[in-house]
């Protein structure tokens, strides 16, 4: 059965620091992944998706970016976390005829 | 999209009612539909979907209706309960982009109990 994990959980990080976010998903091949981000009480922002290794579109400008060194690995960065990246980000994974499926996400505060 | 920004609107009903949670999609090339729940600090899961070459389709206590003309979807669901009670989104996917998945702004469900 397909599986998607991501990690940390949460994450509490400075004003400037660097971030990497890991996702990766088990029992499938060659899937789309997405990031999104979503402020509390808001709606889902998709930030990037890749349609393969190495392939990555970047949906919205912003302090972030992404990398998909494998198959299943979808990784999000940044070089110097703003405040305004504070929020719940979810990873995805979908394939063309099927259904889109979340991961349990990172909550990340950037003080 | 820049809906993403705004509070999501909010549905109140009481236990037992019947619930409808309505969907604007934006493109009429879209072939595949989906609804998700998502509770509170967890990612959004799947509840049902839809492809473009139907028009209704129900799962348990769920109903999803697709409306290509106007470019409308819904979600109803009956009998609702406490545990109901979440934000629900709706997705489309559009063939021609790769499968990627396009959400909408999400709706707030309470249920009283």
């Known amino acids: 059965s397909q599986t998607i994990h991501q990690w940390p959980a949460t994450l509490v990080q400075p004003v400037g620091s660097p971030l990497s976010l890991e996702c990766t998903v088990e029992?499938?091949?060659?899937?789309?992944l997405y990031w999104y981000r979503q402020a509390a009480g808001r709606g889902l922002q998709l930030l990037f998706y890749s349609v393969g290794i190495g392939q990555i579109s970047s949906e919205v400008p912003q302090n972030l970016s992404a990398s998909r060194p494998q198959d299943r690995q979808f990784i999000l960065s940044s070089k110097k976390l703003l405040l305004s990246d504070s929020g719940f980000y979810l990873c995805?994974?979908?394939?063309?005829?099927?259904?889109?499926?979340f991961g349990p996400g990172t909550r990340l505060t950037v003080l | 999209g820049e809906s993403v920004g705004l509070h999501l609107p909010t549905l109140s009903v009481q236990e037992g009612d019947n619930s409808i949670i309505n969907c604007a999609y934006s493109n009429s090339a879209s072939d595949y539909f989906i609804w998700y729940k998502q509770e509170s600090g967890k990612g959004p899961q799947f509840i049902i979907d839809?492809?473009?070459?139907?028009d209704k389709r129900q799962g348990q206590r769920v109903t999803v209706l697709l409306n290509k003309t106007v470019k409308h979807l819904s979600l109803q669901i009956a009998a609702t309960q406490p545990g109901d009670s979440a934000v629900y989104f709706c997705?489309?996917?559009?063939?021609?982009?790769?499968?990627?998945?396009?959400f909408g702004q999400g709706t707030i469900l309470t249920v009283h109990p």
């Open positions: 995805a994974w979908s394939v063309w005829d099927s259904q889109g499926f």
């Open positions: 997705a489309e996917r559009t063939g021609t982009s790769y499968g990627k998945l396009t």
């Open positions: 839809i492809r473009s070459n139907m």
């Open positions: 029992g499938t091949s060659n899937p789309n």
